[in-house]
Each structure stands twice: as C-alpha cells, then as structure tokens.
C-alpha cells in the first residue's frame, strides 16, 4: 500500500503526457522516456520547419538585394558612360 501511495504522488508530480501514460499501464520510467522522445521529436521538427522557411525567405533577401545592387550599378555606369562621349 505504502508503494501504490508513493507511485500516485509521483504521477501527480509529473507532466500531463507522463500522467496519461502511467495511467494506461506503463512504468513512470517508460513514461518519461516515451514523453521525452516525443518532446524531442516535435521539437526537432519545429526547429527544420522554421529553419527552412528562414532559409527560403533569407534566399529571396538575397535575390532582392543582388537585383537592387546590380540596377544601381548599372544606372551610374550609364550616366558615366554617357559624361565621357
């Protein structure tokens, strides 16, 4: 009895997810390391999604910048050009 009291407030201690598995039969230990692997992986997949959306929008940063630079260059090498005829 003295067990069953001590693993009842540990699952009242523990996160929500841990709760619901101890709940369903598994042990606190698989518990907590099946609710870490899946924290980890929504993590990890959160971090490569905005990762990528930050690479593409970085990219077309770029794109708009290069463009910006090369019509500014190419308008002052005209007026150039066209002082020295």
Same mark, same amino acid.
């Given at each position: ?5 001590? @693993? ?34 929504? @993590? ?42």
């Amino acid at each position: 009895m003295l067990i069953l009291c001590n @693993t009842i407030r540990e699952v009242k201690n523990t996160k929500p997810l841990n709760t619901v598995f101890v709940k369903n039969g598994l042990k606190a230990t698989a518990s907590a390391l099946l609710t870490l692997t899946l924290g980890l992986s929504i @993590t990890i997949g959160v971090i490569t999604l905005f990762s990528n959306y930050i690479a593409i929008e970085f990219h077309g940063i770029i794109k708009e910048l290069t463009a910006i630079v090369k019509t500014i260059f190419s308008k002052f090498y005209e007026r150039n050009l066209i002082k020295k005829i």
